[in-house]
């Protein structure tokens, strides 16, 4: 008798749940669809591919700006970091110039005037909210790339298997699929997606397929003798959703001990257990893509405390900064959209400051200091 009443309990919240749930969302947010859908959706929403600067700077800017005057200067509040997603939990006061040096950096990075070719440092003494600041671009670039506004997306290789089945591999560096266009006919392209259309954003097809991605590419183009429009018919292309648990888009390297960490997990390593399969470790599919640099593709990666990091660390961030190029193992430099974004105290940076031989990283470094709050004013 007793067991009736908790069953209709358990079916009430069933239904609560039920009535919650938006199916018509998970649906949007899932979608996916053939490169000639995907051509379609880049016709209609060219910003869909922009690069990961941009993305970003249009993501703050979401959230709208506040301008007020200061000490008889005109400064730009940006709403974003009061921290609207989390309830103000994270909102920061009173760094109004810090911020806006960060933002006009992005402005620059997106144009592509030169700062896209840095590594952002927030340099300040510890708990001035450097880590909140990237903390708060990681969960922005989250919830955004959930919105209409900041869609992106990726693609998946259709493996048709002797058994009969049939399985998608997801490129593992989240690709913007304009990248299965060979170089030559890009031009061709893009004039044509921006014919007769009067658009703001300015689409740029900037990068090639990752060896994971070429090597699936090399065999279909094998297969159909060069014929690039059987090629893209073993393409699924998909909406892309960025996830810091998920290691989508968005990753985070903190340094450890020396002994139980080497460069792999920026770059990738290989997967001893795919070498019997395909008989080679110089084999992509071999190969797991899954580094830190790797997986934050399309997105932002954060380096805690990175002046800490073994100089064999930081080699791999010269061209990654610079050429947007990583160096796996036994393959060629794939190309990466990402931001990286790290911070350090004063006492890591002057001892960088002080070493001849990082010259080459601090070329690449673009500092942004954050200092503590002086001004009561500032602090209420």
Known sequence: MQSTPNNQREHRIVNIIRNLQDTKQ?????????????????????????????????????YGTEAYTKN????????????????GEDAIFGLEKPIIKIMNLFQSAAKGYGTEKRLFLLHG?????????????KHGLEAYSKTPE????????????????VEYQDCPMHEEPLHLIPVEFRSSVISELCRNRKIDFQIQ???EL???????YKELNLKYRGDWTKIINNVKVKRLILSEKSRIGIGTFQPKDEKNQDSTELTGDINYRKIAI???????????????????????????????????????????????????????????DEVIIGHTNEPEYRKLQTNEYMEALRDRMV??????ITRLKDEI
């Open 26 to 62: 998970y649906q949007e947010l899932h979608w996916e669809g053939s490169f000639t859908d995907y051509l379609e959706i880049v016709k209609k929403h060219p910003e869909v591919t922009r690069n990961a600067f941009k993305r970003i700077f249009d993501m703050i800017l979401s």
């Open 72 to 87: 008889r200067e005109t400064l730009i509040r940006y709403k974003f970091f009061d921290d609207p997603l989390n309830g």
């Open 125 to 137: 003494p510890i708990g001035s909210s450097k880590s909140t600041i990237v903390r708060l671009l």
């Open 150 to 165: 900041g869609a992106l997306y990726s693609f998946a290789w259709r493996v048709d298997h002797e058994d009969g089945n």
């Open 205 to 207: 097809i900037t990068g």
């Open 210 to 216: 990752c060896p994971f991605c070429r090597q699936h």
């Open 278 to 336: 395909y008989g080679s470790d110089s084999d992509p599919r071999a190969f797991n893509f899954d580094g830190e640099l790797n997986i934050a593709n399309r997105g932002l990666v954060e380096f805690i405390e990175i002046l800490k990091l073994e100089v064999a660390f930081l080699y791999d961030l010269l061209g990654a900064s610079q050429e947007h190029k990583i160096k796996p193992k036994k393959f060629a430099q794939p190309d990466i």
């Open 367 to 372: 500092k942004i200091d954050v200092p503590y």
